[in-house]
């Protein structure tokens, strides 16, 4: 049976915790509720990223994400989206832990438009203010194997990268740098932005990705429960690939008929 | 006599003595689900009854979204 992997069996530990799905969805930017719980269920994804909003105040029976989608089945995982200081970003999560109770939570303090791309040095700060006050930090950051390296010293779980600017779905720009990444990390090391289509997906995946995070891709389909389905298939299929190896490159054929036996 | 507040940057008026929890309940919602902050700080549920709203606080409800 040797090489002969369950896809079942194939778990990663997140801050303690076990899971099978390696594929983390958002939430945001789908047409209704209804739509956003479909595309979760259809993407087999166990962990969700949430926002925290103010409530509206003038429509209390409005529906809210969690009679959608259940925090007793799915993880949630609350982000700082929107927040573009360390201060903003820890006082929005202190406020999340405050209304689900939950310590992991998934960290980014971003630039300005149009790049929205990680502040760096913001995102230290953070991460460091939430570490001291007992969370479980998941760091969207840079391709920055030095930032990273430091971010995971610090005691951050798991290492989240962009692979192109957040919802851009430009695919995975810098496979290089990702696979450096991938190589120095000790804890988990997912792709967190820039997500297209399934095949970018499964391209993270094969460079050793631990997991894949992504909204857009999902959401901005013309059929989101399609590609969220998609999606998982692409996930396993890279996971499996990476647990296969890929074949060695060369320049030029090598047939795959034999050469013995051609009729004269 | 009123005591003027913010709730999610709205000016509101509550009549002394109110706590937290009197407000969230004429507000409708479900203290379950939210999380409130006075001041930039958090209350915590257990606090919510107990905390009496004073002039000028500003409060912060808040609760979960789709986000990515």
Redesign the interface.
Known sequence: MDGIINPAADSWTLAGRVFHSRLIV?????RD?EQ?AAAIEASGAEIV???????N?SD??AP???DYVDPKRYT?L??T?GCHTAHDAV?TL???????GWNLVKLEVLGPPPHLYPDMAATLEAAEALLADGFEVMVYCADDPVAAKRLEAMGCCAIMPLGAP??SGLGIQNPAMLSMLVEQATVPLLVDAGVGTASDAAIAMELGCTAVL???AI?HSPNPVLMARAMKHAIEAGRLAHLAGRMPRRLGADPSSPLAGLIR | MTTTITVNGETRHVAPGQTIADLLASLGLDIRKIAVERNQAIVPRSRLGATQLAQGDALEIVHFIGGG
């Open positions: 958002g939430t945001g930017k789908y509720l956003t990223t949430v926002a925290v909003r103010r409530v105040l209390a029976s809210m994400l969690q949630y609350p982000n989206a006082r202190r406020l999340a832990r405050e209304a689900g957040i919802g992504l909204n857009s959401a």
